[in-house]
């Protein structure tokens, strides 16, 4: 049984940071991309970012690029969004996820090519 779980969300204020995991259960990261999406309240979710399953291509969405890295640890089956920077209209439920097919990569990222995904964390950027 495939499950996602997110940590590591909270509050930061402007211009500070955050770094959120996803340790994936049933499948390891070798074999799957993982994506972050994001949904405020009243707004449609986004993609983040996301990593492939081999660990050679990211992508970013714009408003992350400069500011959000995504990385993994195999070793440890997680993969991390380091958030800096962090502005007030960054504040959303934060989504780990990831598609149902093996060694599947594509971008820009659409919510409706991943199949499983975790419960979603709170971030809040506040001062």
């Known amino acids: 049984q495939v499950q996602l779980v997110e940590s590591g969300g909270g509050l930061a204020q402007p211009g500070g940071s955050l770094r959120l995991s996803c340790v994936p259960s049933?499948?390891?990261?070798?074999?799957?991309?993982i994506g972050w999406f994001r949904q405020a309240p009243g707004k449609e979710r986004e993609g983040v970012s996301c990593?492939?399953?081999?660990?050679?291509?990211?992508y970013y969405g714009d408003f992350a690029k400069g500011r959000f890295t995504i990385s993994r640890d195999i070793a440890k089956n997680t993969v991390y969004l380091q958030m800096n920077n962090l502005r007030p209209e960054d504040t959303a439920v934060y989504y780990c996820?990831?598609?149902?097919?093996?060694?599947?990569?594509?971008?820009?990222?659409?919510?409706?090519?991943?199949?499983?995904w975790g419960q979603g964390i709170q971030v809040t950027v506040s001062s």
């Open positions: 996820a990831a598609p149902g097919r093996r060694q599947y990569y594509t971008t820009p990222m659409q919510a409706y090519e991943y199949d499983y």
């Open positions: 990593l492939s399953y081999s660990g050679r291509w990211k």
């Open positions: 049933g499948f390891t990261l070798a074999d799957y991309t």
